[in-house]
């Protein structure tokens, strides 16, 4: 086994003198990249409304492994948000999937370098990221990733922590982490109409995601209480 690393700018260089067998794997931080807004992305993709224009989004989107896209990947991904899952190991995927470029429009899985001594030169290996299609290579999707929106405030009340607008806006998805010190503990709806799958409690921290079903906006005006979490200590 030859471990090869690259350096900041990609490029990587691998020196054998017999053949050698190759294959590329990164398969840790199954979160890292992904958010609600990757779920939005999707779910326009699906209804027609914001078709994907690359074609690796097709091979990132493809969470449950059918070589399709469809509203399964979306909950696929949906509980890894929430930490329902941990990773795709269900599904027979890595974190990472390694591909290399055919033409514009096509790209291999296949990487099978059997005998490194008589592989290509200058062979260029795309790495993609399962479930994130909004960062793949020229792509950035039209969702802000980050921290909660500076248009939301939490607001402590008796019973637990109140989600408000800070001014009017539009919505198409939230996202929302909490560390909970509560035996018991409620999310209760405002303005965004939260199901019990869109959050998920794995005894210490609380994660909410929710976007619109039908890849729109909701419109949130000045002091609506999105969502309340109730049982919480604050």
């Not at 994907?52 to 059918?66: E, G, I, M, R, V």
């Not at 018991?184 to 965004?192: D, T």
């Amino acid at each position: 086994r030859i471990n090869c690393g690259n350096d900041t700018s990609g490029c990587y260089e691998l020196i054998v003198d017999r053949p050698q067998s190759l294959k590329l794997c990164r398969n840790w931080d199954a979160l890292n990249g992904v958010s609600t807004g990757d779920l939005v992305t999707i779910q326009r993709h699906l209804l027609d409304l914001e078709v994907f224009t690359h074609p690796l989004q097709h091979l990132a989107a493809d969470c449950n492994n059918t070589g399709t896209v469809s509203a399964g990947d979306i909950s696929t991904l949906r509980k890894l948000i929430l930490g329902v899952i941990a990773d795709f190991r269900d599904f027979n995927l890595e974190s990472w999937i390694f591909v290399r470029e055919i033409d514009s429009l096509n790209y291999s899985t296949d990487l099978s370098f059997n005998d490194t001594l008589n592989c290509p030169e200058n062979t260029d290996v795309i790495a993609v990221k399962m479930g994130d299609v909004n960062d793949l290579p020229g792509i950035r999707g039209g969702v802000t990733r980050g921290n909660i929106s500076p248009v939301v405030r939490a607001r402590n009340t008796e019973n637990g922590i109140e989600f408000i607008a800070s001014e009017s806006f539009q919505l198409s998805a939230i996202e929302i982490g909490l560390t909970v010190d509560a035996d018991f503990f409620s999310v209760v709806n405002g303005v965004v109409p939260i199901e019990e799958n869109h959050f998920h409690y794995n005894g210490k921290r609380l994660k909410v995601s929710w976007n619109d079903p039908l890849g729109q906006c909701i419109w949130v005006n000045q002091g609506d209480v999105l969502l309340t979490v109730n049982g919480l200590k604050t």
